[in-house]
């Protein structure tokens, strides 16, 4: 079927519009059209990349543990598991497959796709609590109802409320909430976070004061590129140099490598992560370690613009994060300081020639673990995901622990000394709760025919579990769904059993027990 992929449309008004071709996007644009067939339905994308973090990110559905990808999600992994003759779904495939197959899907079902149309700024018209457009590039959208699947949260900021960072403890009544009482993960051996004979913090130590424990900051986790990585020599790419490179920048992995007890491999230093279920076999995933305090994650300054900066400010915290990356393998292949044993290890792998050749060979997506969330009527936070949630307001079910990477790396001032604070393990309480409508809802007195599926209403700590593209998945899907329900009424309005029984007919598994 001929790909619906414009780049100019004239004026149109869709039933609904969707901007980010992110997971969430991709999936409520289908699902409205599940229900909806002769539904007009556009997705509006600010990058020539489809997917978002499961495409041009590099992570696929890789991060799912209970329920299993459903509905759609299984479509798109089939249809990878064509490419490759294999029988089961591949959910993380080579990038320009799953990039190619994420389009075909959204053809397949008559979405009209538009690439390359970068959002402008302040250009939402709102009448009467709805939005009535918004422009890009080339174009004025105009819609019934409209999604933000953007991980930034850019139409969602300007219509209604939102926040980021750690709350308190008290805020939500979270045991897991604000500055942590316990250090993690930890150094083996003590390390000095200042440059020699100066009271300057080295690059990526950010010495700013240590707050009370529970309180509440504007500290995010870590951003990251998941670079494909390979040690075959025929598809291997040696990790290259960034542009404007300094030594002294990368001064703390110096220390944090020279101060262990024996040279660390790349495996000691990152998560080395078989692609999940491809028959090849021969690409990994470059995730965080986190039993390393010192991995592929950058945290503090470096990030702080991006959450409620412009988008030039965000271009910048990007450019900053892939130097960071690029900077730390190189240093680790090529220094003299790094051990022999270590550049070996490194020099083992490089990146993945067949992907992103135009990128050289990076993602171009970074990973936004965390930024904007919305505050809808409804915030979901620990007590309620807890006790499994409310099976009444359920879209469907999460199983992913408390997954929080590291938010803090500071200088003690008295001592000296380096310390991470945030992380916890990915398991962390990991059992099956309800998914809330809420969490895709704006405030009614605010904005009436929006859905926000990539920057949902919920806490920090509980964002931790839901973040995961699998479960965003899930999210989308209930808001194709509730648009093509309520069509011109408000989307808080939607009937829940009208809702639970069209997302079930589709697939999702929602069952009938839980919190009430």
Not at 9 to 28: E, H, Q
Request: charged share 15%; net charge negative; with cysteine.
């Amino acid at each position: 079927m001929l790909l619906l992929l414009l780049s100019t449309v004239a004026s149109v008004n869709y039933d609904l519009v969707v901007f980010g071709s992110t997971p969430s996007g991709i999936s409520a644009a289908l699902s409205y059209k599940n229900m909806t067939p002769e539904g007009k339905v556009a997705v509006i994308e600010p990058t020539p990349y489809v997917g978002g973090m499961s495409g041009a990110g590099g992570i696929g559905f890789r991060d799912y543990a209970t329920p299993s990808p459903c509905c759609t999600m299984v479509e798109w992994g089939m249809m990878n598991a064509a490419h490759y003759n294999v029988t089961y779904p591949v959910w993380q495939p080579d990038n320009f497959i799953g990039h190619e197959n994420f389009k075909k899907l959204l053809s397949n079902h008559k979405v009209e796709l538009y690439t390359s149309e970068a959002y402008v700024s302040g250009s939402v018209k709102q009448s009467s609590q709805r939005i009535t457009s918004f422009t890009t590039t080339t174009d004025t959208w105009t819609a019934t109802a409209f999604v933000d699947a953007s991980y930034e949260g850019l139409i969602m900021r300007e219509v209604t409320s939102f926040t980021w960072g750690r709350e308190a403890v008290t805020e939500y009544n979270e045991s897991m909430a604000g500055v942590p009482p316990k250090k993690s993960p930890t150094y083996p051996k003590e390390i000095n976070g200042y440059y020699a004979n100066t009271t300057k913090p080295l690059k990526y130590v950010s010495d700013a004061p240590e707050l009370p424990v529970g309180s509440s900051d504007l500290g995010v986790m870590g951003y990251s590129y998941r670079c494909c990585v390979t040690n075959n020599a025929h598809n291997k790419v040696a990790f290259p140099k960034p542009d404007g490179y300094d030594e002294l920048d990368f001064e703390l992995m110096n220390r944090y490598v020279n101060s262990l007890s024996s040279p660390p491999s790349i495996h000691n230093l990152f998560g080395i992560l078989d692609y999940r279920s491809f028959p090849p076999k021969n690409k990994w995933d470059l995730c965080d370690a986190g039993g390393s305090p010192v991995t592929s994650d950058v945290v503090d300054e470096t990030i702080q613009k991006y959450m409620n900066g412009s988008q030039a400010d965000q271009k910048e915290v990007a450019r900053a994060v892939q130097y960071y990356v690029q900077g730390f393998l190189y240093w680790l292949g090529n220094s003299d300081n790094s051990p022999a044993a270590t550049r070996k290890s490194v020099q083992s792998y490089g990146l993945c020639a067949d992907e992103w050749p135009e990128n050289g060979h990076i993602p171009p997506q970074l990973y936004v673990r965390e930024a904007l969330r919305m505050v809808g009527d409804h915030v979901f936070a620990q007590p309620e995901w807890q006790k499994g949630g409310n099976s009444n307001r359920s879209i469907g079910m999460g199983g992913w622990g408390i997954d929080i990477h590291v938010v803090h790396r500071k200088v003690n001032k008295t001592t000296g000394i380096i310390y991470d604070e945030g992380w916890t393990s990915p398991g962390t309480g990991q059992h099956p709760f309800h998914l809330p409508v809420d969490l895709i809802l704006p405030k009614k007195s605010s904005v009436q025919n929006l859905f926000v599926t990539s920057a949902p209403s919920c806490s920090h700590v509980t964002w931790a579990g839901i973040r995961e593209e699998p479960t965003l998945w899930l999210l989308g899907m209930a808001a194709g769904t509730t648009a093509s329900l309520v069509k011109e009424g408000p989307v808080q309005d939607v009937e829940m059993a009208e809702l639970q029984k069209s997302l079930r007919m589709q697939g999702i598994n929602i069952p009938t027990t839980g919190s009430q």
